[in-house]
């Protein structure tokens, strides 16, 4: 069973920083990415940040210079710290895993159920 837990998310005043936390039991698969997603009122889901395995990142540029992701591989967590938070950040963010099952070459995707962060001016 797949199961992405998440954490962190709140209201915050613009300026002001969250972290986002998400923990991925993983049991019979191999996390090829993680990475964060978020979806704001009116507009579809997109990008944030993602991390592989191996430490790669890439971010939105909308995000860049303010969002960091890092990830613990023992603890097969991922976090967002976010800085510099401004209305516009104002979104549901979903932590999301691409797994591969062991002994297998399809990757899928999982999702967890979202976390709430609320940027006022």
């Known amino acids: 069973q797949v199961q992405l837990v998440e954490s962190g998310g709140g209201l915050v005043q613009a300026g002001g920083s969250l972290r986002l936390s998400c923990a991925a039991s993983?049991?019979?698969?191999?996390?090829?990415?993680m990475g964060w997603y978020r979806q704001a009122p009116g507009k579809q889901r997109e990008l944030v940040a993602t991390?592989?395995?191996?430490?790669?990142?890439n971010y939105a540029d909308s995000v860049k210079g303010r969002f960091t992701i890092s990830g613990d591989n023992a603890r097969n967590t991922v976090y967002l710290q976010m800085n510099s938070l401004s209305p516009e950040d104002t979104a549901v963010y979903y932590c999301?895993?691409?797994?591969?099952?062991?002994?297998?070459?399809?990757?899928?995707?999982?999702w967890g159920q979202g976390t709430q962060v609320t940027v006022s001016s």
């Open positions: 993983v049991t019979g698969f191999r996390i090829n990415v």
């Open positions: 991390i592989t395995s191996g430490g790669s990142t």
């Open positions: 999301n895993a691409n797994l591969r099952r062991v002994g297998s070459a399809r990757f899928q995707d999982y």
